[in-house]
């Protein structure tokens, strides 16, 4: 710890960046690019954390080339910084120290497809749409779904979700292997093919969700699901955030194999219902989708719309064309947008929290009366089968106050969360963004113990400093 | 790695043991035991690996009182050793070094049950069973099922997982969190119970698999699933282990939700057919389950039964009684019982391994081939909707021949697997038995990175020392 402390905020010599500049531009020619514009694209974009563009930016080819980067790194003590496609939410992009970003733009390749075992191998730089139109004609299906194309190694790195996670889990269930280099530039794998192990530590999860900090991923063997024979879509309004939520456990409970639901408040559907050109009662909604059999899913959309029915929603209605169903998800994607359209001219922030989901409710409710009680414009949506939700700020960046209020009401809505037993983010990760709530959530010992495993695997503290721990 | 290697093979000093011995005795009266026949109890008694018996075993009946236990012996580097129920078959439980035995048959409580969640929260020592029958009347049941009734705590600690895997996962799948006492005494919860979180590096799932090298586990957040509304369990007769892994893959990729599916070979089918007094044909075999409503089993059922007969299976019978399918499943769960009686006096020796299920069949048959050329009585049962199978050995230990012959094909069935990408273990562990095949499995890179962090996190090397790295 004292490692760290001492480097703490700690710039790289000047002379050692230029020293390992120098190199990377002899062995990697015009694949580096120092230009102010393109380091600035490097840096944290997409929310309202500064942006702290990188020294320099590397397009490597293989593995290999970033066993190189990183040991001209490592011999010089300047960071490395992994860049996948930049959509992360809490800076975890940013080079704060300055340093090397290495952009996976190049290693984005389809290594193999093991349809059998439900498997494929890709490179890191690979983003999610890309790999399902490859996979398409095989019959499977990668079902990880963040809303943005992201990189599959950046979505490994921020333990990642989405709207399908509540069927098939998160990053963490469907990684099951990564090659990974070092901070020593030494390349590991985690993990073989296998669908199962019990030899040894689980270092495919360890590197799961550690945003750059421990090695730098180049590779996944990732877990396939079979592209369903059914699939059924529908939309159903509820009277109260509450009632919708209670359909949504008693779903879950009831052992229905829901691929997707989601919950759009009053606000988001009036928003959406503007930029996507619906027609949606303007009250909470779940969204919802079934994957299986045709009798399976006929069954499970009954069922869903008799539990529904129960809490005093429904009715629930069932897109049966292919475009309507698209129409209704994209829709669901665009919630951005349509956010951003709520109050034009102001800067759209994205947060997340996840609580258990009896609390969800409870949780989602108190958080729009903190909204309207702080004049905030503020949507919610939320993956409501696994408890995590979404709020979108609409900020007035001019407006001192406001920002003061935005501030404060994010520290609540963590502070809630963690009371429900929650956690401060469901699948946006850390980055710089989260690191103040880290000790309330896991508590100094556990903390230090992530700080032990940081020294021990990157003791020069090189690999993305200034994140996590 | 300097620092353990001085250290290994190193006995603690007897006056520090005895020092600690006594501090014990004065905390803990009776629950402090130093009989030879309980420290023998609490060595390795499963296997063939020799019994290397603790010098004391303490009966703790809280955190607090581990964290106790984990302090004396950290003052005075005596090893600390986490025991279950002893069903591990690796020799984890074994005192190489001596040491204490923290026995967690007095922490069994069911801490809470949130049905609306589905978790629970129990003590370490609370055994599958057990928590299953004070479950029931709630309406859900914890899926993992290893045959043994294994303590949740040891489950955890050697990340096992069993028949039901193929639907549920395994433990690293059904933990959302643990309570860990760490190698200085100190606690920490490895995650709040929200059911997903990107908070941070995943030391849930690094602490599940690590055998107690990193830390005790005394309290478990566990997922539970809903009592499905209907069971459907069969037995389905093959040509050939080829026929049935094929039809298994066929099965999976049609994403079949598959319960149960395990593999009996001929051999198996004749052992369980004396024992369990069954009138199975003398041919492969797969007993599967699935779980769902009446419709869906039944449509599965049907769909299954297509599969095999399009593999030259069948045909597919349906035990549609309870007691039926409790006599098959009991039948499955008493294969070791089953074995022994195969070659009466001789001793059951139990081994896995794991591929990808595309190379299953062909790593079983040349396994048969192995077993038949060496003249060994070595029945095969298989999960084989995960690749993983177990070989069950008879092996008289007077004939030495024989014995080597045994410990030459274990390393020829180790290095099957690893060439066919698979690992050395799915769901045993690695223990003392099977240390020496984690190089060629991980790779030395990979296991100095597990060796950094056992370094890291237990720097004196006293938590369960001597195992897996």
Redesign the interface.
Known sequence: MVMLEAWEGLKPDRKAVERVVGALAANFGNRLVTSQAVREQHGNTLTWIGNQPPDAVVFPQATEDVQRIVRLCAAERVPVIAFGTGTSLEGQVNAPRGGICIDFRDMNRLVAV??????CVVEAGMTRKKLNEQLRDQ?VFFPIDPGADASLGGMAA????GTN?VRY??M??NVLSLKVV?ANG??????????????????T??M???EGT?GIITELTLRL??I??AIASGICPFPSVEAACKAT?LT????I?VARIELLDTLQVRASNAYSKLTLPETPMLFVEF???E??VA?QSQ?FGEIAQEFGGGPFERATQAEERSRLWQARHDAYWAQCGLRPGTYALATDV?????RLAECVTETQRDIAANKLVAPIVGHVG???FHVGLMVDLGDKDEVARVHAFLERLVER??AM??????????GQG?MK??PA???E???D??R??????DPLDIMNPGK??
Do not use: F, W
């Open positions: 093991h349809a059998e075992d439900l498997d019959g921020t333990r990642c979700s996670a889990g998160t963490k269930d070092l030494e390349v590991i794998s985690t993990a073989r093919r296998a669908k199962k192990s019990s030899a040894g530590y689980d270092l999860r360890l799961v969700g550690s421990l699901a079979g369903p024979e456990i879950i409970q009831s052992g194999p994957h299986g059999t009798a399976s069954e069922r996840c609580v258990p989901i009896s696994d408890g995590n969360a963690l037993d929650g956690t401060c983010t469901g699948e946006h990760g850390i989260k709530y880290l959530e896991h508590g010992a556990a903390l113990t992530m032990a495993i940081k020294r021990a695997l996590i721990v």
